[in-house]
């Protein structure tokens, strides 16, 4: 195999309008392509992240909710990276996002916080 990297993560959100304004507006992800899928009565949004990375979200009528916060079975959560998280968390207050304090990871030394997106999705931004 000759992986060379994520190419994108995809969310189911229970809500597409407000998690499209999430992470479009507030997260300040640029939107690639969006379509709606008759056939399945569902949403699908591209958005580009910095390195290249694609986000897609998706809305289905009736899909469950999360099982846990954060220990449940599956992606654990979201991470990215910023060069100044105290900016970062800053910005993100100002939007009314409501953000825990900065910790440092014991192994790796690097700071961290973590908030949720409309759905309850645990997002990490760890300074690089």
């Known amino acids: 195999m000759n992986l060379t990297g994520i190419h994108h ?3 189911i ?13 507030l997260m300040g ?10 056939e399945r009565d569902s ?26 916060y954060p220990e449940a079975q599956g992606l654990r959560h979201l991470a990215f990276q910023t060069t100044d998280i105290e ?3 800053e910005e993100l207050k100002r939007k009314g996002v409501e ?4 910790r440092v ?3 790796t030394k690097g700071r961290f916080t973590f908030f949720s997106d409309p759905d309850g999705l645990p997002i990490e931004l760890y300074e690089n």
């Open 99 to 102: 953000v825990e304090p900065i």
């Open 105 to 107: 990871d014991e192994f």
């Open 87 to 89: 900016a970062a968390v």
């Open 29 to 38: 992800f640029p939107i690639i392509r969006e379509a709606y899928r008759k």
């Open 43 to 68: 949403y699908k949004l591209d958005l580009a992240l910095p390195d290249g990375t694609q986000l897609e979200l998706f809305s289905f009528p009736n899909a469950p909710v999360r099982p846990g």
């Open 9 to 11: 993560i995809a969310i």
């Open 13 to 25: 959100c229970s809500n597409y309008k407000i998690s499209k304004e999430f992470y479009v507006n």
